[in-house]
């Protein structure tokens, strides 16, 4: 089982969205930023090292938010875990997605959300809005 871990990047009443390349698996799906922990690293060593790569930015603190289990069938099957994550800097740059954008959490479910991510958005919804 592969394990990621993701950042939701949260400011005001909107949440960091992220959509996926055309070129990329599941091709302009919305997601939040993340990636896969590599070998003998930490969570939150993966978690600033993917938002440094993706949105070029430092987090100065994140704090566990959800963890699940997913399955795709294209992808196989992942360990997912979910951080509220705080930047240091508001000066976000896209470096890994077609676009990014700033999502009201009223607006998310008018979003192509992977799948994966689905149950995060529900519960974002549900705690934020």
Not at 26 to 42: A, I, R
Not at 95 to 117: C, R
């Amino acid at each position: 089982m592969i394990e990621t871990v993701v950042g939701i990047i949260i400011k005001d009443s909107s949440v960091l969205l992220g959509q996926r390349k055309e070129t990329a698996s599941y091709p302009l799906k919305w997601e939040f930023p993340g990636g896969k922990v590599e070998d003998k690293e930490s969570l939150e060593a993966c978690l600033r090292r993917e938002l440094f790569e993706e949105l070029s930015i430092e987090i100065k603190s994140a704090e566990l938010y959800h963890e699940e289990f997913a399955k795709y069938t294209n992808a196989g099957e992942f360990y997912v875990y979910y951080y509220i994550a705080h930047p240091k800097s508001w000066e976000i740059k896209n470096l890994a997605f077609n676009k990014i954008t700033w999502v009201p959490f009223n607006e998310l479910l008018d979003y192509d959300i992977l799948e994966g991510n689905k149950n995060v958005v529900q519960k974002l919804i549900q705690d934020y809005e």
